[in-house]
C-alpha cells in the first residue's frame, strides 16, 4: 500500500512541476570557492519564495555572476511509475483474495477472463467469508433464540447465474437420477 500511494504522490510531484525537474542552479566559482552555509540557504529560502508553486510557473530566474542554469529532464522510462502504481495495486488486491482483473487495469481484463475472475472473486474469497459470519451470527443468535440459522442466498448473487444454469442443465441430463436426488444436489429445499 505504501508503494502504491507513493508511486501516487510522485506522480501528483511530477504534475506540480511540469513533469520534470526544471533544472538546476551551478555556482561556478573559480579556485574551489563554494557557497558558505548561509548563502546557500538564502539561495534555497529565496527560490522557494520567488520561483516554487503555479503561481511561479515558467517565471524566469534571475542569475547573478556566478551562476549558471543546468536544464535537466526525465526519460519516459523514469517517469512510468504508473506502471510501478498498476503493480502495487495487483499486490494488494491479492492480498486481500480479489483477482487483479477485476481493478479496472488497462490490458489487465478480457471480457471473458473479467466474468471468470469476477465468479472466482466470489467463490473464493466472498462466499467464504460470508458463510464464516453466517455461522458467527448463528452461533451468536442460537443462544438466544432457539433454531435460529443464518445463511446467506447465493440463488442471488448474479456472477454464479451461468454456474447454476451449467448445474441445471447437468441434473436435467441425468436420467438415472430421482427428482429427489436432483432436488438435493441443487440445493433445494435445504
Excluded at 59 to 75: C, I, Y
Aim: charged share 25%; proline share 5%.
Amino acid at each position: 500500500m505504501d508503494a502504491h500511494n507513493a508511486a501516487g504522490a510522485w506522480n501528483k510531484a511530477l504534475l506540480d512541476n511540469a513533469a520534470r525537474p526544471s533544472g538546476a542552479l551551478v555556482y561556478g566559482a573559480r579556485d574551489g570557492e563554494r557557497l558558505t552555509n548561509d548563502q546557500f540557504e538564502a539561495l534555497k529560502a529565496q527560490l522557494d519564495e520567488n520561483y516554487a508553486g503555479a503561481a511561479n510557473a515558467g517565471r524566469p530566474v534571475l542569475l547573478e555572476g556566478g551562476m549558471d542554469w543546468k536544464p535537466l529532464s526525465l526519460t519516459p522510462a523514469e517517469m512510468d511509475f504508473t506502471a510501478g502504481k498498476h503493480a502495487a495495486a495487483r499486490e494488494i488486491a491479492l492480498a486481500f483474495g480479489v483477482p487483479p482483473q477485476l481493478l479496472g487495469i488497462p490490458g489487465d481484463a478480457t471480457y471473458a477472463n473479467y466474468r471468470e475472475a469476477n465468479a472466482a472473486f466470489w467463490r473464493q474469497t466472498v462466499i467464504p467469508l460470508v458463510r464464516k459470519a453466517a455461522g458467527a451470527l448463528t452461533g451468536w443468535l442460537g443462544e438466544r433464540f432457539a433454531g435460529c440459522e443464518v445463511r446467506a442466498d447465493l440463488d442471488a448473487v448474479a456472477a454464479l447465474q451461468p454456474e447454476r444454469d451449467a448445474l441445471w442443465a447437468r441434473l436435467e441430463g441425468a436420467s438415472f437420477l430421482t427428482d429427489e436426488e436432483r432436488r438435493r444436489m441443487a440445493g433445494v429445499g435445504q
